[in-house]
């Protein structure tokens, strides 16, 4: 079955300070994934998405992420952080068949210090 | 544009009675999703409508849970007999046709079982 493994349930980063969160899937063929974040209060936003083609992926709000087929892989990355973006953060594969549900991960909480 | 709306924002209710929390999708999208959000968890999918027809309810956790859609847009999703362990946020997305996995995500109900 399709799952998604984010080991990192908190991280804490100083602002300014580089960013990656680590996300794994276990998918029969290519995935689609994505990456959610959802600040307090807030419904999820769209990061950004892999769906084929160049591995390296850009997103709103200066993220990026990484296909790793090798790996199993699709890290979230970001060179300085700021405040603003201390929220949870969703990473997700898309089934490929005639739902297109989501399976997501169990996220991972990112505080952000001055 | 309006995004995806949920109603209530929070509902508390007592162990046993019925609930009924409602998602207006995004104008013209046919896809419509309903996700649960428990603390502590991933967000878990329940089911999903394309048009007025749930191909995929595989999510839904019991019999108590149901859902509907009317008119290819606003759904309601039925707890009956609430649990305590049912207290969660209910997420509901929609998504439009030619953009599958591009789900908007609305802000969610909370739902509170005492």
């Known amino acids: 079955a399709q799952s998604v493994t984010q080991p990192d349930i908190h991280i804490t980063v100083s602002e300014g300070a580089s960013l990656e969160l680590r996300c794994n899937y276990s998918?029969?063929?290519?995935?689609?994934l994505f990456w959610y974040v959802q600040s307090p209060g807030q419904g999820l936003q769209l990061l950004l998405k892999y769906f084929s083609g160049d591995t390296l992926v850009q997103g709103i709000k200066g993220f990026e992420a990484e296909f790793k087929r090798s790996q199993s892989s699709f890290n979230l990355r970001k060179p300085s952080v700021h405040w603003s973006d201390a929220a949870e953060y969703f990473c997700a594969v898309g089934e490929v068949h005639n739902t297109d549900k989501l399976i997501f991960g169990t996220g991972t909480r990112l505080q952000v210090f001055p | 544009g309006a995004g995806v709306s949920q109603s209530p924002s929070n509902k508390v209710t007592e162990k046993g009675k019925d609930v009924e929390l409602r998602c207006d999708p995004i104008?013209?999208?046919?896809?419509l999703y309903w996700y649960r959000q428990s603390l502590g968890q991933g967000l878990e999918f329940l089911i999903y409508f394309q048009g007025n027809s749930a191909p995929d309810k595989s999510g839904l956790p019991s019999d108590r849970f149901s859902a509907e859609r009317t008119g290819g847009s606003v759904s309601t999703l039925t707890i009956q007999r609430t649990q305590q362990e049912d207290s969660a946020v209910y997420l509901c997305?929609?998504?439009?046709?030619?953009?599958?996995?591009?789900?908007?995500f609305g802000p969610g109900t909370r739902l509170t079982v005492t």
């Open positions: 998918y029969g063929a290519t995935p689609y």
């Open positions: 104008s013209g999208h046919t896809a």
């Open positions: 997305a929609s998504s439009s046709p030619g953009q599958a996995y591009e789900q908007y």
